[in-house]
């Protein structure tokens, strides 16, 4: 079974910083993009930024200069470092991935996404 897990977040004050991590485990052949989007309550969910898998990155305005994506294809992983928090930040923050697996003899593509950790920035 493939799965995404995403740590980092938590409460920080308007100024700081927090890293954010995920990562795919399970039967994985590959993974395309990686990406972080955001969801505050009663919003739809927002892209925050994506990153081919060669580095190539995509980002919202509303963060370009604060926000850096970044990863590990090593070890399956997607990062956010996020500096200069604001409190219009505070939102659920979910990864998501277009990978390939394995499940039984087949390979199969799948959009998948984390269960979310909440960044929480008071002013």
């Known amino acids: 079974q493939v799965q995404l897990v995403e740590s980092g977040g938590g409460l920080v004050q308007a100024g700081g910083s927090l890293r954010l991590s995920c990562a795919a485990s399970g039967s994985i052949v590959s993974i395309n993009d990686m990406g972080w989007y955001r969801q505050a309550p009663g919003k739809q969910r927002d892209l925050v930024a994506t990153i081919t898998s060669g580095g190539g990155t995509n980002y919202a305005d509303s963060v370009k200069g604060r926000f850096t994506i970044s990863r590990d294809n090593a070890k399956n992983t997607v990062f956010l470092q996020m500096n200069s928090l604001k409190p219009e930040d505070t939102a659920v923050y979910y990864c998501?991935?277009?990978?390939?697996?394995?499940?039984?003899?087949?390979?199969?593509?799948?959009?998948?996404w984390g269960q979310g950790t909440q960044v929480t920035v008071s002013s």
């Open positions: 998501d991935a277009d990978l390939q697996y394995r499940s039984g003899s087949y390979q199969l593509r799948s959009h998948m």
